[in-house]
């Protein structure tokens, strides 16, 4: 492994790093953290589904001829209440229950509107391109592309892709938001993902101080907004673990 390519991914999950050693750091701090405000489980990652097309028909009973309730956006949340064949009766924002069609539904996290699991890096290049973000490093050679995405995301300040080295497949994302004694910062970008993903699944630590952890999981991919301490900067971190563990082996083995 060079040493450039060594730089770039202990620089790109170095948030994720600080976050560790911050949360060991003393007995006393781990007690706060795991007793007196322990890891809280919020959501059930297979209840939760994402509308997959442009406009979803949400119906009264589990069949196409049925009556129309409503209609949803792509992007939109249901949680899902039971099946039946093809057709998921699922809970609405406004609580209603009613019927969706499986195909108009996933579960798969998308950024920059590919679905991670399938997003290949040639892909995602050109998605992030027209999304307007600053391409600050692309070079094939190299397993992370590196970014300005401040024109993409308010707030936002270096964004870092990375991919698996054979097949180039997306393994990891992690979204730098530079702060300086903002206490609230991780708080207000957890809730922006949960506008997103719906409620996170586990938290762990304080907003007022410390390091603190926000958790979604679905599909093999793990969302996290975490911040240490006593830097207030928050990373919002997209990762696929099982590549992220194949591209550490491959770079460690250059």
Known sequence: MNGSSRNIA?????????????TFFGLSLAFLLLVAFPAVSQADASSTWTVAVPVANVR???????????QLSAGDQVAEIQRQGVWLQIRLPDERLAWMHQVTLSQSIQLFGLALPEAERAAMRTAISEAGVRVVREVDSYPYDLYDPSPWMAGA?????????????FAVAEITFRSFNDTEQVRQIAE??????????????????????????????????????????????????????????ALQNR
């Open 192 to 249: 922006q993902v949960r506008d997103q993903l719906g409620p996170w699944q586990r938290v762990m630590g304080r907003r007022a101080e410390g390091p603190v952890e926000f958790e979604w999981q679905r599909g093999g991919v793990q969302v996290l907004v975490h911040r240490g301490w006593p830097d207030t900067t928050t990373y919002l971190t997209y990762e696929m673990p099982d590549r992220m563990e194949q591209m550490q082996q």
């Open 60 to 70: 009264a009973e589990p069949h196409g001829s049925s009556e129309l309730v409503t």
């Open 157 to 169: 300040t270096e964004m870092a892709v990375g991919y698996t080295l054979d097949e180039e497949l």
């Open 10 to 22: 202990q620089r790109s999950l170095s948030g994720r790093v600080e976050l560790v050693a911050s």
